[in-house]
C-alpha cells in the first residue's frame, strides 16, 4: 500500500464557521492501480487531494506513505520527492515558459539544467504539445493546452504518486482519452498509483477502483 488514510477528520475553521469537510475518512491505494475519486461539488475531493499530497495535515487520523505518517515527515521533501500533484486549477508559473515549468521540479531535484531542459521538452512532446508552445508563456496557451503543460510538469516529478484534480476538465474526448491513457499506462507499465478526481463519466469507466465521497467518507465502488 503506497497510500493509506486512517480514521482522516478535516474541517476549514474560519474566523466565522466552520465547514466539517471529512469526517472519518479510511482508505488505501496500491500502486500499479488507477483509482477514481468521484462525489458531488463541494463534498470534499479537492480537501482529500491535498491531504494525500501533503498540503495540509488530518486534524484527526492519518494519512500514511508507505506506512510512514505524513505528520512526522518534513512535507516539503515530500511534497518534492513522494507525490506528484496536477491540481484543478493547472498552477503553472506564469513568469516560466513550458518547458521552464516542467524543468522546475527536475530543478529542485537537482537534475543539470540540460538535462531537465532535455527531459522537459519529451515529457511536452508526451502529452501532444506542439514544440511550437514550447518556449511560451502560460497565459499564450489555450486552456487545454495549460492543463497538458501541468499533467507534464507532474510526470516530471518522477514520483510513484500521482494526483490529479480534474485533468480532463479542460480537455476535448479526444485528448481526454489521450490523457487518461498515458496515466493507466504510468500505471501498468511502471507501476505509478494513479489518483484521479474526475466527474467525467468516460474517465470513470477506465478506473481499476472507483471511491465515491458521500457525507465526509469514502466509499468503495463503481458509479
Ligand atoms: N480554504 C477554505 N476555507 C473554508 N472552506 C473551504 C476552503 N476550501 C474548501 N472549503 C469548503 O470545503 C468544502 C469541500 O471543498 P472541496 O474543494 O474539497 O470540494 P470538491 O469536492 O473538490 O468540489 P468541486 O467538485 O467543486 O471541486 C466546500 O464546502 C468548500 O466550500
Ligand atoms: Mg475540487
Known amino acids: 500500500m503506497i497510500l493509506e488514510l486512517k480514521d482522516v477528520v478535516f474541517s476549514y475553521n474560519t474566523r466565522w464557521n466552520r465547514v466539517d469537510v471529512l469526517k472519518g475518512v479510511n482508505c488505501g491505494f496500491e500502486r500499479g492501480k488507477v483509482y477514481g475519486i468521484v462525489g458531488k461539488s463541494g463534498s470534499g475531493k479537492s480537501t482529500v487531494l491535498s491531504l494525500m499530497a501533503g498540503i495540509t495535515l488530518p486534524q484527526e487520523g492519518v494519512v500514511l506513505h508507505e506506512g510512514v505518517p505524513t505528520s ?7 511534497r518534492r520527492d513522494k507525490v506528484a500533484v496536477i491540481y484543478q486549477s493547472f498552477r503553472l508559473l506564469p513568469l516560466l515558459t513550458s518547458v521552464e515549468n516542467v524543468m522546475y521540479p527536475m530543478e529542485l531535484r537537482g537534475l543539470k539544467k540540460k538535462e531537465a531542459q532535455e527531459k522537459a521538452e519529451q515529457y511536452l512532446a508526451d502529452v501532444d504539445i506542439p514544440s511550437s508552445a514550447f518556449y511560451r508563456f502560460p497565459a499564450t496557451l489555450s486552456g487545454g493546452e495549460q492543463q497538458r503543460v501541468a499533467i507534464a510538469r507532474a510526470l516530471a516529478c518522477e514520483t510513484h504518486l500521482l494526483l490529479a484534480d480534474e485533468p480532463t476538465g479542460n480537455l476535448d474526448a479526444e485528448n481526454s482519452e489521450k490523457i487518461i491513457d498515458l496515466l493507466r499506462r504510468l500505471a501498468v507499465e511502471r507501476d505509478y498509483c494513479v489518483i484521479i478526481v474526475t466527474h467525467d ?9 472507483v471511491y465515491r465521497m458521500h457525507d465526509g467518507r469514502l466509499v468503495e465502488g463503481k458509479r
Do not use: A, G, P, S
Open 72 to 78: 512526522e515527515m518534513k512535507l516539503q521533501e515530500y
Open 201 to 209: 463519466v468516460d474517465v470513470i469507466d477506465k478506473m481499476d477502483v
